[in-house]
Structures are given as structure tokens and as C-alpha cells.
T-cell receptor, first 115, second 115 residues
Framework: AQKVTQAQTEISVVEKEDVTLDCVYE???????LFWYKQPPSGELVFLIR??????QNEISGRYSWNFQKSTSSFNFTITASQVVDSAVYFCALSEGSGNTPLVFGKGTRLSVIA | DVKVTQSSRYLVKRTGEKVFLECVQD?????MFWYRQDPGLGLRLIYF???????EKGDIPEGYSVSREKKERFSLILESASTNQTSMYLC??????????????FGSGTQLSVL
């Protein structure tokens, strides 16, 4: 069975600090997809990234970067030089590549960036 | 841009009432999903549908049913609302057939309170 664990329930940082959100996943499939979503105070989840299990290259998009390590079953998300607008709940999710398997979400990490 | 529209942002109902939560997407997506979001529990899948007239149970289907008569519309039904169904309900859709693992597009959510 697939499972996603986000051990950090809440994180608080001061603006301009770097912060890493952890995500550990479990799956028996060799083909799977990992996602990160952002949920700002408005409530609508916003897609950030999708990564398949065969692509372990790290990704950088502006101040955001993702570190995918199959050896530790982790897909961590780092925000560099955090800003107040980064305050949100962040969800990591997993979808197995075989059969009818929708996304399974972690419980989310609430990030507060203080000015 | 893909738009997923949920009919109500806030809803207050009485115990025992039949409740309909409506969701419409405008991008001809095959897949549609209903999740509920509760503090500390993250997002949990209630039902999903990969095609018109199709439905599949998610992790927590008890007390809910769904209807998908048209491709663009996916309705969540609470046959007899109970206080433990007070929650944020999120509708999502995605492109592609079974197992394509495409990203989800979310609506803004419906905060349902059952008194």
C-alpha cells in the first residue's frame, strides 16, 4: 500500500531564511509519481511539481528546489530566501503507476514565514 | 486555465438533511475526485470517477455517494448529514485515462458545517 509521511506538522521561519520540508514515501511499485502542492490561506491547492520514479534529477524553479532520493524514499522541498507569501500548507503526494490509483496525500506541513 | 468550480464556498446544514455538493470542470477532464480535508488528517479520498457513469470508492466512502451523469460534473451526496461530516470538501479533476498520473486541478473547496 502506498503511504506518504510529512513528519513536520508546522514550521515557522523568519523571512529570508531557507527552509526544507520533508517528505518520505512508501510504495511497492517501481513506477510511481511524486507531487508537491501548495495550499495558501485562500484554500485552493496549487500544483508545484510532478516527478516520476525514473527521474532522480533534482529540480530547481526560482527559489524552489526539490531533492528526490530513491535510496531513502524521500522527496524533499526547499524554499530558499523564504518570503511571507510562501506561508501556506504544503502537501506531498504519491501516485503509483499501475492500476487505478489516485493520489495519496501526506498530512501536510504548515509553513509560517514571519516578516 | 483549467477551472474547477465548486458551487458553494460555505454551507451550513442540519443533522439528517440530504446534502449535495456540486463540482464542475471546464477542461474536458476524464478524471474527477472528491477529497475531504480535516486538521491533522490531511486530504482523504472519498470517491473518484474515471469516466461518465463510473465511480470508485476511495478510502472513506461511508456516508457518501456520488453521481457523474455528465463528464464535466461530479456531485457528492451526503444522504443523511451527520456532525462528523463537518469538514472542508475539495473537488479535483485531471486529464487522461486510468493510471496516467496526471496532476490534479483543485476547486476552492466547500466548508460544510453540520449542526
Amino acid at each position: 500500500a502506498q503511504k506518504v509521511t510529512q513528519a513536520q506538522t508546522e514550521i515557522s521561519v523568519v523571512e529570508k531564511e531557507d527552509v526544507t520540508l520533508d517528505c518520505v514515501y512508501e510504495t511497492r511499485d517501481t513506477t510511481y509519481y511524486l507531487f508537491w502542492y501548495k495550499q495558501p490561506p485562500s484554500g485552493e491547492l496549487v500544483f508545484l511539481i510532478r516527478r516520476n520514479s525514473f527521474d532522480e534529477q533534482n529540480e530547481i524553479s526560482g527559489r524552489y528546489s526539490w531533492n528526490f532520493q530513491k535510496s531513502t524514499s524521500s522527496f524533499n522541498f526547499t524554499i530558499t530566501a523564504s518570503q511571507v507569501v510562501d506561508s501556506a500548507v504544503y502537501f506531498c503526494a504519491l501516485s503509483e503507476g499501475s492500476g487505478n490509483t489516485p493520489l495519496v496525500f501526506g498530512k501536510g506541513t504548515r509553513l509560517s514565514v514571519i516578516a | 486555465d483549467v477551472k474547477v468550480t465548486q458551487s458553494s464556498r460555505y454551507l451550513v446544514k442540519r443533522t439528517g438533511e440530504k446534502v449535495f455538493l456540486e463540482c464542475v470542470q471546464d477542461m474536458d477532464h476524464e478524471n474527477m475526485f472528491w477529497y475531504r480535508q480535516d486538521p491533522g488528517l490531511g486530504l482523504r479520498l472519498i470517491y473518484f470517477s474515471y469516466d461518465v457513469k463510473m465511480k470508485e470508492k476511495g478510502d472513506i466512502p461511508e456516508g457518501y455517494s456520488v453521481s457523474r451523469e455528465k463528464k464535466e460534473r461530479f456531485s457528492l451526496i451526503l444522504e443523511s448529514a451527520s456532525t462528523n461530516q463537518t469538514s472542508m470538501y475539495l473537488c479535483a479533476s485531471s486529464f487522461g485515462g486510468i493510471g496516467t498520473n496526471e496532476k490534479l486541478f483543485f476547486g476552492s473547496g466547500t466548508q460544510l458545517s453540520v449542526l
